[in-house]
């Protein structure tokens, strides 16, 4: 949930620091333990090492954290050692042994960047002020890591109550353009926390005018108008960010609560809070970059000063599902605070999650619970829909989505992902007069800036009709608007050969499945289709060898028949694919969390 806009350019700490420390050495692959699975250390320190060095390669960071520890215990000296297993500790959250390694590692070599940081942020959760500027300013320099200790180090003068030395220090940024945004946000939080209610009204103003669409921004400033009486021009913003962004549960939360005359606490009351907010923001540049080791860090310090920061929360959970160990995010999920507006949408996360999990049941469970606890909330109800369509059961979706429908009343355009997904099912479920009608609606709703979602429309649509032999022109048309929108994807280029194909046009059509293989080379219904198309313009041999590969590709059981078939003896005549061959359609994503 990438919530503050950070400048792409800027990654905190340098990812080179974590690459000496050696858990960035390999290609990162999923690595999650199953539940039933006790890890144990092995028997000697190399095996120790190595479980531990794979362990970290992969992000495993509970299992990376069991075997360095045991590693250490057996080499304590080997300093090498000890700072691959640090990083460990503080990636997993083992804050009391990553601060006893930092110490160490701190004395043997006063110049380690992140040993350093990490004893300042426990400093500053201490209070101890002075010690964690002491701390700041040692280390390797370098453009990186100044920025992150300036921005630290303002803090820390905030919390010894020297507001002008605090601003100072932050405003030795002001040469570093590409953090305006992010330097006036923290500077206005600093100004409120000190009592410069001035100064921090023209802060947030500044950082406000820069990005409005910056949440946390947003949030604090709002938050800050509305504690000095200002309620109107609170809501003001807040709607404004409710138009760009609809339906954020933040915003959506500190609307009703300005409408109803209840209080909005400031968003950051103390140094403490203020380093944690800092944190965050980098450990959303992290995520949204990809580099999850530096997120994990960062939002593990932030959290460190701020356990129940229901955004560092999120955004960490989220980095685990990124990594494919979902029962560790769904483990920090259930760490959001129950009254925090965005639980309700980490309660839906985590039944999704354990569906990915292969825990089916589970996952249909939680979120008929969360439908008796909230029955009108349309995106538990959506998200029951997913999950009985992940697992084919597209009746019962299609009954499910047609609840979420009736639920909103009249639809609004973010509403057509509704419709294109109960129109989905009740094809699925071989009731196309339903089907048709929920994707032409869902094809009125879907935004025009949405490219990618009217692609994904179309597709499905023209598709279904040209496996019908209907509306053959409208669906070609269609499916060439689809490509354009969509030039990169493999399944809608596909849609477009397939249609080729339907047509009798098949050198049109081996040309367009070719392209379609060169995006999804792996996709058994693709690669199935180009044998066809091979095989209707006599390149047989070719075709034979695409086949094979489809049937190499984990088709579903009712297509490697036919499959296998068409291996044996050709392909005597044309198959007669279901609209949805390529079904599920690759399905948009949506914002996770209402709006992150």
Do not use: C
């Not at 979420?404 to 294109?420: N, V």
């Amino acid at each position: 949930m990438p919530i503050l806009k950070l400048p792409l350019a800027y990654k905190g700490l340098p990812a080179l620091m974590f690459l000496a420390a050696g858990l960035l050495t390999a290609p990162a692959v999923a690595a999650n333990t199953a539940e039933d699975e006790v890890l144990r250390p092995a028997q000697s320190l190399e095996g120790n090492f190595l479980s531990a060095y794979v362990a970290g390669s992969a992000r495993d960071t509970e299992a990376a954290t069991i075997f360095f520890r045991e590693a250490i215990q057996e080499d304590s000296r080997n300093q090498e050692l000890l700072e691959r297993a640090f990083v460990a500790f503080l990636a997993n959250g083992s804050m009391t042994e990553a601060v006893r390694a930092a110490e160490r590692l701190s004395v043997q070599d006063p110049s380690n960047n992140l040993a350093q940081f990490a004893l300042a942020v426990r400093s500053l959760k201490g209070q101890k002020y002075a010690d964690a500027r002491t701390r700041l300013s040692k280390g390797t320099r370098g453009r990186q890591a100044d920025l992150t200790a300036t921005l630290l180090t303002a803090w820390t003068y905030a919390g010894s109550k020297d507001g002008k030395q605090a601003l100072a220090t932050i405003d030795k940024l002001k040469n570093e353009r590409a953090f305006d945004q992010f330097r006036e946000y923290h500077a206005a939080l600093i100004a409120d926390v000190v009592g410069n209610p001035a100064e921090a009204e023209k802060r947030f103003k500044a950082a406000y005018e820069g990005e409005r669409n910056t949440l946390q921004v947003v949030d604090a400033y709002g938050r800050f108008l509305a504690k000095r009486g200002r309620k109107d021009e609170a809501l003001k913003i807040y709607k404004a960010f409710d138009e760009a962004a609809p339906r954020h549960p933040i915003v959506r939360a500190a609307m009703k609560a300005l409408e109803e005359d209840k209080p909005l606490m400031p968003l950051v009351t103390s140094a403490q809070d203020g380093a944690a907010e800092l944190l965050y923001g980098l450990g959303v540049v992290g995520n949204t970059q990809g580099d999850e080791l530096t997120a994990i860090i960062y939002l593990r310090l932030g959290l460190d000063l701020k356990g129940d920061h229901p955004l560092a929360l999120v955004t960490l959970g989220d980095v685990y599902e990124r990594l494919k160990q979902y029962d560790k995010a769904n483990a920090i999920f259930e760490r959001i605070p129950k009254d925090s507006p965005v639980r309700p949408s980490a309660d839906i996360s985590i039944g999704h999650n354990y569906e990915l999990m292969g825990r089916g049941d589970d996952a249909i469970s939680h979120l008929e619970t969360l439908m008796k606890e909230r029955p009108d909330d349309v995106e538990v109800v959506m998200a029951l829909g997913n999950v009985q369509r992940s697992r084919k059961k597209f009746a019962e979706a299609a009954e499910t989505y047609d609840k979420a429908i009736k639920l909103i009343g009249q639809p609004e355009r973010g509403h057509w992902i509704l419709y294109f997904y109960r129109g989905t099912s009740y094809e699925r479920a071989k009731q196309w007069d339903k089907a048709e009608a929920d994707l032409k609606k869902a094809l009125e709703l879907v935004p025009e800036g949405l490219p990618a979602g009217r692609a994904q429309v179309m597709n499905y649509l023209a598709y279904s009709w040209v496996d019908q032999n209907m509306n053959i022109d409208e669906a070609f048309k269609m499916l060439t608007k689809a490509v354009e929108l969509a030039p990169r994807d493999g399944m809608i280029i596909d849609s477009l050969g397939w249609a080729y194909f339907r047509m009798g046009r098949y050198d049109d059509a081996a040309r367009e499945v070719e392209k379609a293989v060169e995006l999804k080379p792996g996709d058994p219904t693709i690669n199935d289709h180009l044998g066809d198309a091979y095989w209707k313009v006599g390149r047989k041999l070719e075709a034979k060898f695409q086949w094979d590969h489809a049937k190499n590709s984990d088709p579903e059981h009712e297509e490697l028949v036919k499959i296998l078939k068409k291996i044996d003896n050709g392909l005597d005549e044309e198959p007669k694919p279901a609209a949805a061959e390529n079904a599920p359609p690759p399905q948009p994503e949506l914002p996770k969390h209402n709006g992150g």
